[in-house]
Nanobody, 124 residues
Framework: QVQLAESGGGLEQAGGSLKLACEAS????????MGWFRQAPGKERQFVAA????????VYADSVKGRFTISRDNAENTVYLQMNSLAPAAPAVYSC?????????????????WGPGTQVTVSS
């Protein structure tokens, strides 16, 4: 089993930045892809970004390209999501996900493990 724990959410003003972290523990050697999704109340979960654990290849949703950066620190078993130029939005829960295969972009159905999520609110 793999456990994922997100941190770094909160309230930020539009145009500001937040950095999320997702620390993995457990059978981390079984993980090949990690990524981030977000879900606002009443909305479907959306893919945000994903990264291959070893190769470091990345993929982003069109809505965040150029503003968000996903990265990983394998020594710390942590994946980060740097979010810049935040746009005003309803509160959303950002969740970390991990897959036991190479899967870019990462999908909801293809993710094997999920963190509990961290809330991000961007005020206008």
């Amino acid at each position: 089993q793999v456990q994922l724990a997100e941190s770094g959410g909160g309230l930020e003003q539009a145009g500001g930045s937040l950095k999320l972290a997702c620390e993995a523990s457990g059978r981390i050697d079984s993980i090949y892809t990690m990524g981030w999704f977000r879900q606002a109340p009443g909305k479907e979960r959306q893919f945000v970004a994903a990264i291959k654990k070893w190769a470091g290849s990345t993929v982003y949703a069109d809505s965040v390209k150029g503003r968000f950066t996903i990265s990983r620190d394998n020594a710390e078993n942590t994946v980060y999501l740097q979010m810049n130029s935040l746009a005003p939005a309803a509160p959303a829960v950002y969740s970390c996900a991990a897959a036991q295969r190479v899967l870019l972009p990462l999908t909801t159905a293809g993710s094997d493990y999920w963190g509990p999520g961290t809330q991000v609110t961007v005020s206008s």
